[in-house]
T-cell receptor, first 115, second 114 residues
Framework: AQKITQTQPGMFVQEKEAVTLDCTYD???????LFWYKQPSSGEMIFLIY????DEQNATEGRYSLNFQKARKSANLVISASQLGDSAMYFC????????????WGLGTSLAVNP | ETGVTQTPRHLVMGMTNKKSLKCEQH?????MYWYKQSAKKPLELMFV???????ENNSVPSRFSPECPNSSHLFLHLHTLQPEDSALYLC?????????????FGEGSRLTVL
């Protein structure tokens, strides 16, 4: 069975600094995808970034990058130049090739950006 | 306006009531989802409709009844709920194919069962 572990319930970062949110996963699949979503207080889950298991390069999307270490089964999210609007819950999720409609989610990390 | 709209945003109901949650997507996607988000639990997939056919039903109690009349609309009919059903119910859509795209979520319906 697949599993996502996010060990940091809460994180603080100073505005304009970088922050890393941890995500480790467990899967026996060879082909899978890793996702990061942001959930502000409004409730909507917002897609941030995706990494496929066969992608050789780390994914990047603007200020977001994914530090993918396949051997360690980790997919950490790095947010550079934090902004006040980055304060939110962040969720890591994994899909698998056998059923790519179904994601397994972590418990999330609450990020607070301080001015 | 988001691509996925959910109504109502907040709902309080008694255990004997019948109510419905509505979701509409404006993204032209071919799959829609209901998720349940409870405190201190991972997001739980409840139902998936792909091309208007239910393809996932993850052991959800029968007091939750989904309906997908077309590819843009999804309902969750609620009856005789329990207090433990209080949660944020999130609707999502995606384009499903050989490579499934990311999920697009609505802002959720916050349900409180008294």
């Amino acid at each position: 069975a697949q599993k996502i572990t996010q060990t940091q319930p809460g994180m603080f970062v100073q505005e304009k600094e970088a922050v890393t949110l941890d995500c480790t996963y467990d899967t026996s699949d060879q082909s899978y995808g890793l996702f990061w979503y942001k959930q502000p207080s409004s409730g909507e889950m917002i897609f941030l970034i995706y990494q496929g298991s066969y992608d050789e390069q780390n994914a990047t999307e603007g200020r977001y990058s994914l530090n993918f270490q396949k051997a360690r089964k980790s997919a950490n999210l790095v947010i550079s130049a934090s902004q006040l609007g980055d304060s939110a819950m962040y969720f890591c999720a994994i899909s698998h090739a056998g059923n790519n409609r179904k994601l397994i989610w972590g418990l999330g990390t609450s990020l607070a950006v301080n001015p | 306006e988001t691509g996925v709209t959910q109504t109502p945003r907040h709902l309080v109901m008694g255990m004997t009531n019948k109510k419905s949650l509505k979701c509409e997507q404006h993204l032209g996607h071919n799959a829609m989802y209901w998720y349940k988000q409870s405190a201190k639990k991972p997001l739980e997939l409840m139902f998936v409709y792909s091309l208007e056919e239910r393809v996932e039903n993850n052991s959800v109690p029968s007091r939750f009844s989904p309906e997908c009349p077309n590819s843009s609309h999804l309902f969750l009919h609620l009856h005789t709920l329990q207090p433990e059903d209080s949660a944020l119910y999130l609707c999502a859509s995606s384009q499903v194919g050989p490579i499934t795209g990311e999920l697009f979520f609505g802002e959720g319906s916050r349900l409180t069962v008294l």
